[in-house]
């Protein structure tokens, strides 16, 4: 597939060059790119999110979303009897908004506030100045935040993760099987335009992969070395020193073959190669391979839950009730639709999963496999 450009950006300017002088670039390559170049990436040089922006995300559509993350670290902390500082670690945190209502909900234990600190994983300047704004009040009454370009960064010790949208922003490699076995998909040019091409691959072509049937010809697989090498890391942190992770994100487990790669601009989609670094670049995460990732780290996962699960179980409802108890219709109609947008199965309730890492077994709840879930009315696990 070729992409004609009416009007040649400095991003499609500086891909020709980089591919004539070095040959196609993998997908990952091109996501990285796309994503996060410093001078022409996505994330580095806007903010993306909002009715305004590109796309919505759960924490931008209510505060019930990060409210219920922050009651579920507040009951790990006081199940798990955790003492010490408490060190609470988010991946890619965009606008800050998750962060604040964790917060505030952390806030009502005072001393346990007092002994917190945020480190906050973050590539893009601008998006780091929103988290600054959305937690200057946090910041004033003493909470400890820092920025960190990458995990590395972060100091080891006890640690509490969380992210939502991450990890599908992460880079993927992918593989087309035909006559010959694996090939890599690649962009190359034709001519002065960006289009798909294939080059040979050193995959085995004999073996399923992890997880997967044997491959029959047409078949995609998609691969994210960078999302595994993260996971990994944030496995061996928590197996080393304790925690937990929770993180949110449209995917599923198990896992198949398929083209996952979408392009979002304006809240529709558009060609992957048309706007390079003008549109989000996502794919869905193959949540079975993520959980391979953190095990390798040296932690378990209990069965992934439907974000709709999760916040079922956390009292999404409850807390609708409350927050419209006494509110306007017109405020009323906000949170139902809210809850709606979160928790719908044909919205992101169903697409979009949570999964928990942890060195405990069982896991904690809603994770602990007695979870009645409530959207199907079925126990989970
Ligand atoms: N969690 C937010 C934002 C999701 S968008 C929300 O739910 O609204 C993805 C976020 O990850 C952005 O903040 C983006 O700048 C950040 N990001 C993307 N790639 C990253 C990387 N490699 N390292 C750190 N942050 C990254």
New binding site residues.
């Given amino acids: 597939m070729t992409v004609r450009t009416d009007t040649d950006s400095p991003a499609l300017d500086r891909l020709r060059t980089l591919i004539r002088q070095n040959g196609p670039i993998s997908v990952a390559d091109y996501m990285?790119f796309c994503?996060?170049d410093r001078t022409h990436g996505y994330?580095?040089t806007r903010d993306?999110?909002g009715a305004s922006g590109d796309?919505?995300?759960?924490?931008?559509v209510s505060q019930m979303f990060g409210e219920l993350v922050g009651t579920w670290l507040r009951a790990l902390w006081a199940s798990w009897n955790v003492s010490g500082p408490l060190r609470l670690v988010?991946?890619?945190?965009?606008?800050g908004?998750?962060m604040q209502d964790v917060v505030r909900v952390l806030a009502r234990d005072g001393d346990r506030f007092a002994e917190l600190s945020v480190h906050l994983?973050?590539?893009?300047p601008v998006?780091r100045q929103n988290q600054k704004d959305a937690l200057a009040d946090a910041i004033a009454r003493g909470l400890s935040v820092r920025w960190h370009?990458?995990?590395d960064d972060v100091p080891d010790g006890p640690v509490q993760f969380i992210?939502?949208?991450?990890f599908?922003?992460?880079p993927v490699r992918q593989f087309v099987f035909g006559a010959s076995g694996w090939a890599e998909r690649v962009i190359g040019l034709d001519g002065d335009s960006l289009a798909f091409g294939l080059r040979p691959a050193g995959l085995d072509h004999t073996a399923a992969p992890p997880g997967l049937p044997p491959p029959v010809p047409g078949d995609i697989l998609e691969i994210s070395p960078?999302r595994e090498a993260?996971a990994q890391d944030v496995g061996r942190r928590i197996a080393a020193s304790g925690g937990a992770g929770l993180f949110?994100d449209y995917g599923s487990a198990p896992w198949g073959y398929g083209d996952t790669l979408q392009a979002v601009q304006r809240h529709a989609y558009v060609d992957v190669l048309a706007e390079p670094g003008e549109a989000?670049l996502t794919t869905h995460v193959d949540f079975s391979a993520l959980a391979r990732a953190f095990a390798r780290g040296g932690t378990t996962c209990p069965p992934v839950l439907t974000q709709a699960d999760f916040l079922l179980a956390m009292g999404l409802l409850e807390r609708a009730g409350q927050l419209g108890h006494g509110a306007d219709a017109a405020t009323q109609d906000m949170i139902r639709d809210a809850v709606e947008r979160l928790a719908g199965p044909a919205q992101m309730g169903h697409v979009f999963k949570a999964i928990c890492v942890t060195d405990r077994e069982p896991g904690p709840y809603p994770f602990d496999g007695k979870t009645v879930r409530k959207s199907d009315g079925q126990p989970s696990g």
């Fill in positions: 990285a994503l996060g994330y580095p993306p999110l796309f919505i995300t759960a924490p931008e988010e991946l890619g945190p965009g606008r908004t998750l994983v973050e590539t893009s998006l370009d990458s995990l992210g939502n949208e991450f599908d922003a992460l960078a993260l949110f989000d």
